[in-house]
């Protein structure tokens, strides 16, 4: 992970005056001779470093150089620490809480789990299956290797060929991106859905777009609702949609106004409120509504 250990070096160098090659190297775990590399590349980016020979000697940051130290306070260090460990959440290891220790200068103490102000964790309830899909498919991007898996989706279970690129945390949740060889094209996998995970042949990158993930895109408002829910759920509509998708009416109901995607799932939204909730608009979707819940009644009798 250069980069990690271009920062580490920046971070050491603005703490202490001076490092020699041999402690940097034994620190980030390389040869010495990487690390004059890592010091050329620095210099190459505008950081001027100097190196001196002998008793007393190392690698500094030139005199006359003003190099703002802010970039790495003691507060910036516990927000990339936060950061880091939220992956340590999903990789099943304390590998990202090990960077950060790499990263520290000498003498510098993190502050521990109970004293830290911003706690994350990224995992699933599912945690021990996503940890080994995260390493997995991890190793596949790194090695240009294609996966081949079965994915559960609204349509059925279909066998999918993907060439992986990008592992993303969307909407609470954890997606693959890569190149789809049944619909050629590239698209979105929810992990969670994915059963049966393994390995395949290599492949050559292609040149990879960045996924749109806006919502305009992703979940179109096609169907512009108005239902009437009791206040005793207003924590849902906070949690889900927000204070402004709502109104408070006079005798203390809500008025939510929204837009949803497709009839489907507005009905089974809807449904989860049990009888706290009445559809104003669509009006032409009341009927189903009715229709829904005579399906569920016959269900159980």
Known sequence: MKIARLIGIISILLQQPKATA????????????????????????????????????????????KLDKSLLTSEDMQAILAGLKSLDSVSGSNRYQQLM??????????????????????????????????????????????????????NGETERQVEPYKLLFQWSGWYLWGWCALRGAFRLFKLGRMSGLHLADSFAPRNVPLPDLSAERLFPPNLQVKALIQPACKWRLIDEYGVDSFQVQPD?????????????????????????????????????????????LKQYQ
């Open 101 to 154: 220790s790499r990263l520290c200068p000498p003498g510098y103490d993190l502050l521990p789990a109970d004293e830290q102000h911003i706690l994350i964790d990224l995992a699933s309830w599912d945690r021990t299956a996503l940890t080994g899909k995260m390493e997995l498919l991890q190793s596949a991007i790194a090695d240009c290797r294609q996966v081949v898996f079965t994915y559960c989706s609204p």
């Open 252 to 296: 203390g109901r809500l008025l939510f106004q929204f837009g949803f995607t497709d009839e489907q799932n507005l009905i089974g939204w809807l449904a989860g409120f049990g009888g706290q909730a009445e559809l104003l608009e669509p009006v032409e979707l009341r009927g189903r509504m009715v229709e829904f819940a005579e399906g569920i």
């Open 22 to 65: 041999a402690e940097l190297a034994e620190r980030f775990e390389v040869s010495a001779r990487t690390i004059y590399r890592d010091v050329e590349a620095l210099c190459q980016a505008g950081i001027p470093l100097a190196t001196t020979q002998g008793l007393g000697g190392g690698i500094s940051i030139m005199d006359g150089y």
